[in-house]
């Protein structure tokens, strides 16, 4: 029913609304959580030649953290810092953070959080909380 609505609105929707209609499902599929669902949305995009931007990976990167796929969002934030005119900011990295973090990869997300830092990015406050814990979570007391 929901795809039936997107193909409808996707027919009417002038040139330049395209991208903002599909990149409107992929975020959809990162409220939910749903990394495959949104892959596969992606997937379908590029398949359709729909063009790519910047808030296209940023919701892939998103759903790869909510779903705690570190290796997943690292991958889509190089595809967003090589999008011509796409810069990578602290938004998708405190993402990958969250993603390490979930995953209880503490000591890659303390990484990140250190590349964030060199590139004159701030990690958010969450990302410190993600960090500690992630440190929990893969059992470092010492380091939460």
Known sequence: EAR?????LRQGAPGGAETMLWNTVL????????LKGALS????????????NSKSLGKLVESSAKAG??????????????????GVGEVPCNAVI????????????????????????????PSYGAVISGCAKGG????A
């Open 98 to 125: 969250d993603a390490c973090a979930k995953a209880g990869e503490a000591a890659r997300a303390t990484q990140w959080m250190s590349r964030m830092r060199r590139a004159e990015l701030d990690p958010s406050a």
């Open 140 to 143: 470092d007391h010492d380091g």
């Open 4 to 8: 039936a609505a997107f193909l409808d």
């Open 27 to 34: 975020k959809a599929h990162a409220n939910a959580g749903d």
């Open 69 to 86: 796929r570190p290796d997943v969002a690292e991958r889509l934030l190089n595809l967003l810092a090589a999008l011509p005119g796409a």
């Open 41 to 52: 949305w992606y997937s379908d995009m590029l398949q359709s030649s729909v063009r790519i």
